[in-house]
């Protein structure tokens, strides 16, 4: 477009750079609003988010079922077959209680503090129960009686609620509320809540990189310079 | 400037007009032509919109929620559940639960069985409703430091193969349903409100996305549709209710209800169902005989910024001996010793 013409009489014997910058001017408008144009009319100048695609929360990570689904019963199934725990212990008397290695019950473990002895828990005499504190029988669809032999203070809360799940109605004159017992949410042999994988994170942009969790220093410098020198190491620190 | 190869000369410019020549006639033309494919390309999106994006004579004219009859909310959730089924091809129940009486709800959570394990993000996910692609969550889990509360070092994004982590403990901050709420103090329309049981609701329909409410939290608790949300078929939980957890639309704000749709109807909200360790508890305060009136009266509780005075109805709470104490804590190296003005406290 902006050739000069052979009519032209040229002043020069070529033109300056400058020169052919000046007659290029007039054109670079254009040139730039069709370029614009062109790129947002084609489609092909889209955003793309630098999270990658999505991905689809695990069924597992909604799932409302309790840890462990205990039937309480004295129940015991082995090689397809349920038995009740008396089934064997009526015909064999077990051995006195000591901490020798076990003949049967071989798979369980029992890590539960010190209390490491199978008759503070289970009836010497019935198997198919609990025992209390004094020797009488608690069903074993009755776990909570036992574990409040030594857990007080949980027991209390598990009673008024503010410890344990709370499932169904928070309404009970609309719908059962569901309060699943001590043995749904611990193992009674080895009692801590089990340690398990968490759901996948957030992926957006407003809690910044995910590869790198902030450090204290990045998030706030003055005041991790003020606490160190006082408040000395935090724990955590190595 | 000047014009050295100026065409036409005086003859050609009287004739035209003044100023007017070939080559400023051709200039100038390219310019306007350029000007308006660039502006023909910016509106290019324009394309793309579908006869479902824009909004209805009815959605136009709509009455705010609390001047609507109830003529008007059954005209209107009737609306509702037509756009959803033509957007997400299923038949979705729109309800509209009214505030219980005699009903204010609290929330109570016990960071001291918290492990962190994020399922309450991902149910709240599943009942509610919000984008999975831009991701909207409620609920962020925050790990901080055993021993601090200083949120500015806490990690949104911890991925250890198992939780809890033996150095951590882990905080989840969602809508606190503040009885002083800010956001609704900032809303220049009135598309948020306070609900008589005490949930901060927003009418989808009513908000303009200014996003003011966002800024006016103290925790974060707002999300705001920048995109189009989009929902997977198969995904979208039909039980919806208007105030709760009906299919958002882009630009406008949203946030967590309670789950307003199930506790309005006496069910818990998803995150308290699915919390694995029971640290979530959830009802109406003033029931004497509920598990969160007996927390608040016996157990030892917070809020979280407290000192911003928006009285939250979301309490943390931690039992007497914590659920790990049979966890190894974090080695910690030997003090500097330091003078006895300190009391060797750490202060924060």
Redesign the interface.
Known sequence: MARVKPSDPPREPGPLPGQRMERLRPVLVPLVLFVVAGVLGSGLWQFESPLGPRRAAPPWASDPRTVYQPKLRPQITIAGYTYRCSDCHDLFPSPAETTRPLTQHREIVLRHGINTRCFNCHHRTNRDALVDDWGREIPYDQPQLLCAKCHGPVYRDWLHGSHGRTGGYWDTTRGPQLRPRCVACHDPHVPPFPPIPPAPGPRTLRMGDQSHPPQPEQTDPLRFHLKTPRGGPRPGDE | ?SK??ELGGGDVADRQGPGLTRRGFL?KG??A???V??V???L?PLRELKRRDLPTLERLLQKHYKEMTPDDKQAVLKRIAEEVERRFGVRPTVTDPPP?PGVEYVY?L?VS?C?????C???C??ENNPS????I?YI?VLKM????I?V??S??????????EH??YYLPVQCHQCAKPPCVKVCPVEATWQEPDGITVIDYDWCIGCRYCEAACPYWARRFNFAEPTI?RGELNPQMAYLSNRPRMRGVMEKCTFCLHR?R????P?C???????SR????VLDPD??VR??LE??RVYVLKEEVGTLPRMFY?F???G??Y?EP?????P??P?GPS?GG????
Do not use: W
């Not at chain 2, 990690?155 to 939780?163: G, Q």
């Not at chain 2, 109807?265 to 818990?268: F, Q, Y």
């Not at chain 2, 308290?272 to 029971?278: D, K, L, Y």
């Not at chain 2, 406290?345 to 924060?348: F, I, N």
């Open positions: 400037m050295p190869y200039r390219a310019a032509m350029a000007g494919t660039a023909a390309g910016a290019s219980l109570a016990n069985r492990v962190g394990c994020r399922k993000v991902h149910a996910v599943r999975r692609q831009p991701e969550q962020r430091q055993k021993g601090s200083d500015e070092t990690d949104h994004h911890y991925d250890p193969p198992l939780v809890p150095d951590s997977p506790v109807a006496g069910r818990l998803a308290v169902e699915v919390c694995p360790t029971g508890k959830f009802g109406n509920s598990e007996y927390i016996q157990k709470y039992d007497e001996r659920s790990r049979h804590i974090a080695p910690v190296r003090r500097e330091e300190e406290g750490q202060r924060s």
